[in-house]
């Protein structure tokens, strides 16, 4: 496909659990972003990669928010022990450059 | 401290009138603007962009407008489809830091018919 794709569409996870987020930029695109989005808000940074680099994780909220892209193509975001306010649809963005991102349809995590 | 604002959470209007929608933001280093366009369980979808260079910008009938001393960006949808009805978001990027999009809360527009 063309697009942008995450997997998985949905995960419900227990407290505590850790889980894996993969997305898989269109393809030759250079940088790549994850965002969070809570019910009812815009979606907010998390973290940026430029080919494999990570260049600004600023917005990761804990150190339990890890992210990798170690052949700079696909790009997995992982949670280590979820809480339940780790709830929220995780969207992975790409671009050729620092320009027009486009978007995934994003992985809704519910953590119980 | 919001960035980029959508002061209205909701937009009704008639199916073949103008729909616009409104955005504010803060910080003068933002030089590109994009608007997305949100169906429930999908991700953000591109609409239009706007350079910091330019006070208009124009695609078939979506067009947005940027007026930078009131730090203020405007979409406009004429004439407005009911398929129209959607999420949108604007966000802001300055190019020169990492890219990262600064989005505004969204505004629930509804295209009756």
């Known amino acids: 496909g063309a697009g942008v794709s995450q997997s998985p569409r949905y995960k419900v996870a227990k407290r505590g659990q850790d889980v894996a987020l993969r997305c898989d930029p269109i393809s030759g695109h250079v940088s790549l972003f994850w965002y969070q989005q809570a019910l009812g808000q815009g979606p907010e940074f998390l973290t940026y990669?430029?080919?494999?680099?990570?260049?600004?994780k600023s917005g990761l909220p804990s150190d339990r928010f890890f992210a990798e892209r170690p052949e700079g193509s696909v790009s997995t975001l992982k949670i280590q022990r979820t809480q339940q306010e780790d709830s929220a649809v995780y969207l992975c963005?790409?671009?050729?450059?620092?320009?027009?991102?486009?978007f995934g349809p994003g992985t809704r995590l519910t953590v119980l | 401290d919001q960035q980029v604002k959508q002061n209205s959470p909701s937009l009704s209007v008639q199916e073949g009138r103008i729909s616009i929608l409104n955005c504010d933001y803060t910080?003068?280093?933002?030089?590109?603007f994009l608007w997305y366009k949100k169906y429930p369980a999908e991700g953000p979808t591109f609409l239009i962009s706007i350079s910091s260079i330019k006070d208009k910008n124009e695609d078939g009938r979506f067009t947005v407008f940027l007026n930078k001393s009131a730090k203020h960006l405007s979409l406009h949808i004429v004439p407005s489809q009911p398929g129209d009805s959607a999420v949108y978001f604007c966000a802001a990027l300055n190019t020169r830091n990492t890219g990262k999009l600064i989005f505004g809360q969204g505004t629930t527009l509804q295209v009756k018919p």
């Open positions: 910080n003068s280093m933002f030089d590109y």
């Open positions: 990669f430029q080919n494999e680099a990570q260049l600004d």
């Open positions: 963005a790409s671009s050729l450059m620092l320009d027009t991102q486009y």
